[in-house]
Every structure is written in structure tokens, then in C-alpha cells.
């Protein structure tokens, strides 16, 4: 059964960082491409980052690219996003997703963790 | 790409045919997907490639459109479609979400 846990949220100061990790289960991270999105309390999905199988392509959106970077620990199935230098606006609640083989869509997800950004 | 979604919301009854749209600022082919998402859940892929039902979905609802225009279609409502859709381009990065459309009970 292909599952997805994020982890690693919480409340952290503007200008800090957080690692948020994705542990993939039920598959192999190598063989899935992986997207990022959030979405801030009450709004909208936005889209973060998608993240090849072995990890040599990495996109960004506009809004987190060079503060947001991802890397994978094979033995242990689990991508992780390291946040740096984060803001007011990267509030949200943070899902993992594992794309379909067919599209560049996500079919299964985590069920999220929330990072709070604030003084 | 800036991809606007309407309408933001939508009161409906249950059995009625629900049409949301997706309009694309620039052309994206056929790579469009549709995400239904109830409060405190993850998104579900609905709708993939634009036109292509995801295993599973009930094929009450169906997608269409290329190029720069696009629609999710609900043919009959029930009570579990009440909810927040979302269109997702994966043509060019960044990829973009639409705004979303509430979906709720008349």
C-alpha cells in the first residue's frame, strides 16, 4: 500500500529554518517523482517543488527557490525539505505527494504538517 | 503561467450538473489536472491530461478543454462532491494551482 508521512512542522522564528521530512512507504522514492505543495490557513494549494526519482532534478516555485532545498535518504525511503531563511508567508500546512506514472500529478499524498512561521 | 479559476464559489442541489473552468494564460496543451479537497484532508486527483478520469473517481465527473480552456464537469451531484476544487497546470514551471472553487449546498 503506497502511503506518504510528513513530519517535522512546527512553530519557528522568521529567518530560521526547519527540515520537514516525507517517509515514503510502499514504494521506492527512486522510482517516483515527488511534489511539495502548501497551503496557508484558509487559502488556497500552492505549488513548491517536484523532485525527481533520483533526486538529480529539482524544480522550484518562484517564491521558495534558494531558500527551500530537498534531498533524499535512500536506506530510509524519506525525502526531506530543508526550509531556510523562512518568512511570515510560509505559513501553511506542508503535503508530500507521489506523482501517477502518467502525468505530472500527484495520486497519493501525506496527510500534512503544519509550519508556523512567527516571532 | 497564471491560471484563473471560476466561479470561486458555487451553491448547487444535490443532482444538479456542476461546471467549473480553468482558463490558462498561455497555451498548456493538455496538461491539466483536477483535485477535489474536504477540509482538513489532502487533495484527490480527480481528473489528469486534461480529459483522463484517475482510477477510481466516479465518472460522473469529466474534464475537457486544451490549449488554454478547460472544464470539470459534475453531472449529478452528491453529497460527498461538496467541496473545493482545485486545477493544477504541469505544462511549464513553476507549475500553478487555480484559485479554487467552493463547492456548497444550496
Known amino acids: 500500500d503506497v502511503q506518504l508521512a510528513e513530519s517535522g512542522g512546527g512553530l519557528v522564528q522568521p529567518g530560521g529554518s526547519l527540515r520537514l521530512s516525507c517517509a515514503a512507504s510502499?514504494?521506492?522514492?527512486?522510482?517516483?517523482?515527488i511534489q511539495w505543495v502548501r497551503q496557508a490557513p484558509g487559502k488556497g494549494l500552492v505549488w513548491l517543488s517536484r523532485?525527481?526519482?533520483?533526486?538529480?532534478?529539482?524544480r522550484f516555485a518562484d517564491s521558495v527557490r534558494g531558500r527551500f532545498t530537498v534531498s533524499r535518504d535512500y536506506p530510509k525511503n524519506t525525502l526531506y525539505l530543508q526550509m531556510d531563511s523562512l518568512k511570515a508567508e510560509d505559513t501553511a500546512v506542508y503535503y508530500c505527494?507521489?506523482?501517477?506514472?502518467?502525468?505530472?500529478?500527484?495520486?497519493?499524498w501525506g496527510q500534512g504538517t503544519l509550519v508556523a512561521v512567527s516571532a | 503561467i497564471q491560471m484563473t479559476q471560476s466561479p470561486s464559489s458555487l451553491s448547487a442541489s444535490l443532482g444538479d450538473r456542476v461546471i467549473i473552468t480553468c482558463r490558462a494564460s498561455?497555451?498548456?496543451?493538455?496538461?491539466l489536472g483536477w483535485y477535489q479537497q474536504k477540509p482538513g484532508q489532502a487533495p484527490k486527483l480527480l481528473i489528469y491530461?486534461?480529459?483522463t478520469l484517475q482510477s477510481g473517481v466516479p465518472s460522473r465527473f469529466s474534464g475537457s478543454g486544451s490549449a488554454t480552456d478547460f472544464t470539470l464537469t459534475i453531472s449529478s451531484l452528491q453529497a460527498e462532491d461538496f467541496a473545493t476544487y482545485f486545477c493544477?497546470?504541469?505544462?511549464?514551471?513553476?507549475?500553478?494551482f487555480g484559485q479554487g472553487t467552493k463547492l456548497e449546498i444550496k
Open positions: 510502499g514504494f521506492s522514492l527512486r522510482d517516483s517523482w
Open positions: 505527494g507521489r506523482e501517477v506514472a502518467t502525468a505530472s500529478l500527484c495520486d497519493s
Open positions: 493544477l497546470q504541469v505544462a511549464t514551471y513553476p507549475y500553478t
Open positions: 498561455q497555451d498548456i496543451g493538455g496538461d
Open positions: 523532485v525527481s526519482g533520483y533526486g538529480d532534478i529539482a
Open positions: 491530461s486534461a480529459s
